[in-house]
């Protein structure tokens, strides 16, 4: 095989492999898991400021976004859409609740339905998401957790489930968004955002700055989004 040839099959090989990972990250079902995810610390935000408009607006985004991904997806997945249908009840049941103080309860039902969920998501036979979308899933993994802990005064429905500490999946994360950023300059500005809040993060179990983290996520999902 001359030398002309050879580099026209590696040429070849190379946008395969990157025509494969894409459809991979694009598979309707890592995109259903991020929107849920979203939907799942939106949901919490919204419990921990009470209702305000911000979190009441960033909730309902969320949940239209769940619907799209979830409409994506075939209908033999009765399972996860009846779930979906009980989830969607439980946000509309409550996007107008009146508060009055603090109500764990929102938060506890809201752990279960999160729990339910992400154990039929994981039964899935999907492929293994890589690149931006496994780094989109592992941010929205830690921010429904860290939201989930800031509203529970007893150590945090969201944060006491999962083979990974929280605290090592931040600073994982650190790690992820490196490497990919020092492989594609366009990701830098990724890096320096977490930077910026991993250590409100990592003091998830004192409560401090939620406000600041949902803020940075908002920026970090608008540049994901534009890539």
Do not use: C
Not at 4 to 13: D, H, N, Q, T
Not at 23 to 47: A, R
Not at 86 to 92: F, G, K, N, Q, T
């Amino acid at each position: 095989m001359n030398k002309a040839i050879k580099i026209i099959l590696a040429v070849s090989l190379i946008f395969l492999s990157l025509a494969s990972r894409a459809e991979s990250d694009s598979h309707p079902m890592i995109q259903f898991k991020i929107s849920s995810l979203q939907l799942f610390s939106s949901f919490s935000s919204f419990i921990y400021f009470q209702g305000d408009d911000r979190n009441r607006t960033r909730l309902l985004n969320a949940k239209n976004r769940g619907d799209q991904a979830i409409a994506a997806l075939p209908d033999s997945e009765v399972e996860l859409k009846l779930k979906w249908k009980e989830i969607s009840e439980y946000v509309e049941s409550y996007q107008s609740y009146n508060f009055d103080g603090v109500d764990m309860s929102l938060e506890g039902g809201w752990s279960i339905l999160q729990r339910e969920l992400n154990e039929l998501i994981a039964g899935k036979a999907v492929t293994k998401a890589t690149g931006i979308s496994a780094i989109q899933i592992n941010m929205e993994t830690i921010l429904s957790q860290y939201m989930g802990y800031a509203n529970s005064t007893t150590g945090g429905y969201g944060v006491s489930y999962g083979d990974t500490p929280l605290e090592d999946q931040i600073k994982s994360l650190k790690q992820e968004l490196t490497i990919l950023a020092d492989a594609d300059s366009r990701y830098q500005p990724l890096v320096k955002k977490w930077s910026y809040i991993q250590g409100t993060l990592l003091a998830y179990n004192s409560n401090v700055a939620p406000f600041v983290v949902l803020h940075t996520f908002d920026g970090m999902r608008k540049m994901i989004a534009s890539e």
